[in-house]
């Protein structure tokens, strides 16, 4: 049976853990984005080094779990929970969003590459001015599916006290002892979050569509 007076007893709780996980989520989503991008023109990048780095880290980082990366921010560096939690979340993202945006770059005709190298521009002037743009319209549905598991993925930092929704749900259901509710409730909240931002993604691809 769900107790939603539990909601009622407990919203600031509530609200002060939900507002923590949007701010987490948006930093990580912003520093995911831009780290995913620099990787991902690394991994295509002519000059060898840079390569290898973008390489390692997109295969390191995805083929461990994203609680030991944020243990690492943890224990290692001895950071705050939120602020661990973030940046692990922000590092691990960033991975699957390089290989998005990498599969972006590589549908750009290599012809526009090319003209815009025979024209004067520099390689990062070509990313940034003409292939980078185009990429990103072409992997608007995979980066909002990896926007939306970040949120989900957020949830990380309740495991090291980081002050998020599920942090304080796990509070809030052992001072309490009602479980079943507490967790429906947060879940609710998730939802608020990932539905308009599902909804989202999929207007603006199909003006993307229209408009191509």
């Known amino acids: ?3 939603f007076s539990i909601l009622a007893d407990y919203w600031d709780v509530f609200l002060e853990g939900f507002m923590n996980t949007i701010f987490a989520s948006l930093i990580a989503l912003i520093g995911s984005f831009l780290i995913g991008a620099v990787i991902a023109v690394f991994r295509i990048a002519p000059i060898k080094p840079l390569n290898w780095f973008g390489t390692a880290y997109v295969e390191f980082i995805r083929n461990i779990p994203l609680i030991l ?5 943890f224990y290692g560096f001895k950071l705050g929970g939120f602020t661990a939690g973030t940046l692990g979340l922000t590092i691990y993202t960033a991975a699957f969003i390089a290989e998005a945006i990498r599969a972006g770059i590589l549908s750009v005709p290599k012809g526009q590459y090319e003209a815009a ?5 520099t390689y990062i002037q070509t990313m940034r001015m003409i292939i980078l743009p185009q990429a990103v319209k072409v992997v608007i549905p995979p980066l909002g599916n990896q926007f939306i598991n970040l949120v989900k993925n957020s949830s990380i930092l309740g495991v090291i006290a980081g002050l998020d929704i599920m942090y304080y749900a796990d509070l809030i259901s052992s001072e309490t002892f009602v479980v079943f509710s507490v967790y429906i409730i947060v879940a609710l ?3 608020i979050i990932t539905i308009p931002l599902s909804l989202t993604v999929s207007s603006i691809e199909r003006r993307l569509v229209k408009g191509s």
């Open 117 to 121: 190298r025979s024209s004067g521009l």
């Open 1 to 3: 049976m769900l107790n």
């Open 189 to 191: 909240f998730y939802l």
């Open 69 to 73: 990366i944020v243990f690492l921010f």
